[in-house]
């Protein structure tokens, strides 16, 4: 376990890789990657029970999918300094003949991935039957899942949402990442969402919201009681309210971050608001 | 060379329901997913007998290919069943991502595929899949021609690790392949041997082939019959030695002109050993509705249409 100061230390250096990652390729996703810093921190330092190593069945601990493949960034971090793969191996984000592909894919063996995602929305459905693989094997362990929020335009979201409640899958917790913005702007403006907790509860889900979401001991005192609802006939969905763009200021609170990366002056900005804490790769 | 008659008429997805009662009782890691066509699948037995182990989906296709690649994680061995157009068009994305780039181990099981659904016409007639199959990387797709083939290659696909396209269909048609014979995904079968000219046929197309040889033969024309159940990894040695004898091929499939057996076929002789070939395939259309004989008629995808091939591409050598 460790402390609050130590996991925010943590997501200080998860953002520096993330602006260094983009910057070096010039492209890549920094927005939704920041605003979902703690969160992956939150997951893999505290609240997955993960067994050592990597095994692809991952039989006998917890798994986590993510289906908005294109904040890789983060998840290429956060992996890393999880002891998935060397942190060194960041360098290569979006390179050729590297495994940190654009989007995430079991296709080079990148330790800690299960599934390519990217084309979005079929993250749920493989989430799904990864729990109901572990209620056939008897495994008591959870799955756990992350979605944006404008992900949720695509339609095969709402098969699975439909599906899960229907068959009780009630050993996962779907997060989504509500962060109220997508490429073209917000997702008001773009496709509005309307009320996403009124709209899970109406697929009969459990659900609850982590308001601060870009704060640790918020996500972390929301997902254990994620974790408290699981096992009771209905699948659980966090709404977790973040900040696209979280931790660097000027590109918070836009969508204009989505899929760009910084230049040299901003990467300088970004980092100085953000001051190495575990070393950089 | 053993002579192959029909041994009385079944329809191939009876053999994979057949298959998936055997694999239900032989191996607990198959599970298998239907999108409410669980009668049209032949799903009934492997349901009654292994509840746990049976997923009905609902209409909602996307979502089952997903699950189904979602529980190989976990050691699963998926086989997904609904209409060819269901399982291949209708969710080409999510196999592609979910399933193919991520090397899922899942059986894409599709019947009622090609002109021979019948009735219900060209939007659930797809012509085309075999095509949208083979282009994925990693994807094997196996075509079958009877219901003692379709019984052999259910069980064969669960035991190969990696994704396959298994397409069989809907009617009535002749079961002439012995049940003892080994379904080798890959491996071509050599059904009747000729000189003159090889004709290499998949699926409904196999049997309408052994007639036509007949009738050849009471021409004077000599033909060799490759049953091709793999399209893809193509037993491309069986296809060239055969056709180093005879000199020209007519491919006979239920599937467009483009993207199918036919273009397999032509690519290998393009590298290998370029030779007059005749498509006996759909000439790039949709189907309409009518009884199955009648669209096949139509459609010149019957015995007749391949002898007139045959006769076409003997001009050619």
């Known amino acids: 376990m460790s402390n609050t100061q130590q996991l925010q230390d943590f997501t200080t250096q998860v953002r520096r890789d993330i602006l260094r990652m983009v910057h070096a390729v010039n492209s890549g996703h920094p927005g939704g990657s920041l605003g979902c810093a703690e969160f992956f921190v939150a997951l893999y330092q505290e609240l997955l029970d993960r067994k050592p190593g990597f095994d692809m069945n991952g039989i006998g601990e917890d798994l986590f999918f993510l289906s908005n493949g294109h904040i890789s960034p983060v998840f290429y971090s956060v992996l890393s300094r999880s002891g998935y793969f060397p942190v060194a191996e960041l360098a290569t984000f979006r390179k050729l003949n590297s495994r940190l592909q654009g989007h995430p894919t079991t296709h080079e063996g990148l330790p800690g991935i299960r599934m390519a995602s990217g084309s979005l929305g079929q993250g749920m459905s493989v989430a799904i039957g990864a729990a109901q693989a572990k209620k056939l094997n008897g495994d008591n362990h959870l799955i756990y899942s992350l979605h944006g929020d404008g992900e949720l335009q695509e339609g095969q979201n709402w098969e699975a949402i439909m599906y899960a409640s229907a068959k009780k899958v009630d050993n996962l917790i779907a997060t989504v990442d509500l962060n109220g913005q997508q490429i073209d702007g917000s997702t008001d403006d773009v496709l509005n969402l309307g009320n996403l907790k009124v709209k899970f509860e109406a697929f009969d889900w459990d659900v609850l919201e982590i308001k601060e979401g870009n704060n640790i001991e918020a996500i972390l005192a929301g997902m254990k009681e994620a974790k408290s609802r699981t096992g009771k006939g209905k699948p659980v969905c966090v709404l977790l309210h973040t900040v696209m763009g979280n931790g660097v200021d000027f590109m918070m609170h836009t969508h204009a971050w989505h899929g760009k990366a910084p230049n040299d002056e901003q990467l300088a900005t970004g980092l100085a608001q953000n001051v190495e804490t575990l070393g950089d790769y | ?317």
């Open chain 2, 1 to 317: 060379m053993k002579k192959y008659t029909n041994t009385g008429s079944k329809d191939t997805r009876s053999g994979f329901g057949a298959g998936m009662t055997e694999l239900g009782q032989k191996n607990e890691n198959v599970v298998a997913l239907c999108a409410d066509l669980i009668g049209s699948l032949k799903f009934d037995d492997f349901k009654k007998n292994h509840p746990e182990r049976f997923f009905q989906i609902g209409i909602a296709e996307a979502n089952m290919i997903g699950i189904a690649a979602g529980l190989t994680i976990g050691g699963k061995i998926p086989f997904t069943g609904t209409f060819a157009n269901f399982s291949t068009g209708r969710v080409y994305d999510q196999i592609r991502q979910s399933v193919a780039y991520s090397d899922k181990n899942v059986k894409i099981c599709a019947s009622h595929a090609g002109l021979t659904l019948g009735e219900d016409g060209a939007t659930h007639q797809i012509l085309e899949d075999i095509g949208l199959m083979k282009m994925l990387p990693g994807m094997t797709v196996i075509n079958t021609c009877d219901y003692n083939q379709t019984k052999a290659a259910t069980l064969a696909i669960a035991d190969h690790h990696g994704p396959v396209y298994l397409r069989f269909g809907r009617p009535v048609v002749p079961n002439f392949m012995p049940s003892d014979e080994p379904f080798v995904i890959g491996k071509a079968i050599l059904l009747n041997e000729g000189t003159d000219v090889t004709i290499v046929a998949t699926g409904h197309l196999v049997w309408e082939a052994l007639i036509a040889a007949e009738a050849l033969e009471a021409k004077g024309i000599s033909a060799e019959v490759i049953n091709i159940h793999t399209i893809k990894p193509l037993d491309e040695a069986a296809i060239l030695k055969s056709v180093a004898k005879t000199g020209c091929v007519v491919t006979a499939e239920e599937h467009n002109i483009l993207g199918g057996l036919g273009e397999s076929v032509a690519r290998t002789l393009a590298l290998n050993n370029p030779s007059p070939q005749e498509f006996v395939a759909v000439n790039d259309s949709f189907g309409e509705s009518g009884t199955p004989e009648q669209l096949m008629e139509k459609y010149k995808l019957n015995n007749q249409a391949i002898v007139e091939a045959v006769e076409k591409v003997l001009k050619r050598k």
